[in-house]
């Protein structure tokens, strides 16, 4: 049974008051046994993972992907439980990626340096140390190094039917130098 607040008297109270505390009554009643919380893994059925830093390796980035020197380090791959992979690409002054997009969008952590993102169509914009950026899904976009300064980034993205990145040609000098 559902009980009203004692200070209301249905006949007392204005209707918008009346109609909130029925409201909040109903939706007390019928959700109080809300959606039960995950279920906890039981024991030994999975653990925590951690990579230490010295177990990380750092690879040349693919000239197919990247103009001037770049660095990669996979940090995680999407797995059966997680869609996302992340990696660190640190940019030498003057490096950046190739025009891409990403089917569910990327997240860019700026890690240390200075460097450039851009959008197919948009103005270049500077990133720095700290700073966070967000691409949409399906934008054409590149990333690299200040012509000045070297950048890293930490890029997030999820996979979608095992796809997290569509590669398209290089950025030239000329787009890069704008």
């Given at each position: 049974m559902v009980s009203r607040p004692r200070d209301l008297e249905a006949h007392d109270a204005p209707i918008s008051t009346r109609l909130l505390a029925g409201a909040a009554s109903l939706t007390l009643a019928c959700c109080s046994s809300a959606a039960a919380p995950p279920p906890v893994a039981a024991a030994g059925s999975g653990h925590m993972q951690v990579k230490s830093a010295s177990s990380l390796t750092a690879t040349k980035g693919s000239d197919h992907f990247f103009t001037g020197s770049v660095m990669v380090t996979q940090l995680f791959q999407a797995t059966e439980h997680t869609r996302a992979s992340g990696g660190s690409v640190a940019f030498q002054?003057?490096?950046?990626?190739?025009w891409h997009t990403h089917p569910?969008?990327?997240?860019?952590?700026?890690t240390s340096g200075t460097g450039w993102v851009q959008e197919w169509g948009g103005e270049k914009k500077q990133i720095k140390a700290g700073d966070v950026v967000w691409t949409p899904p399906g934008v054409k976009h590149w990333h690299g190094a200040s012509a000045g300064e070297g950048m890293t980034h930490i890029a997030v993205q999820e996979h979608?039917?095992?796809v997290a990145?569509?590669?398209?040609?290089?950025?030239?000098?000329e787009q890069y130098a704008k």
């Open positions: 002054p003057g490096a950046r990626s190739a569910a969008g990327q997240t860019l952590l700026i979608v039917g095992g990145v569509s590669w398209l040609e290089q950025v030239s000098d």
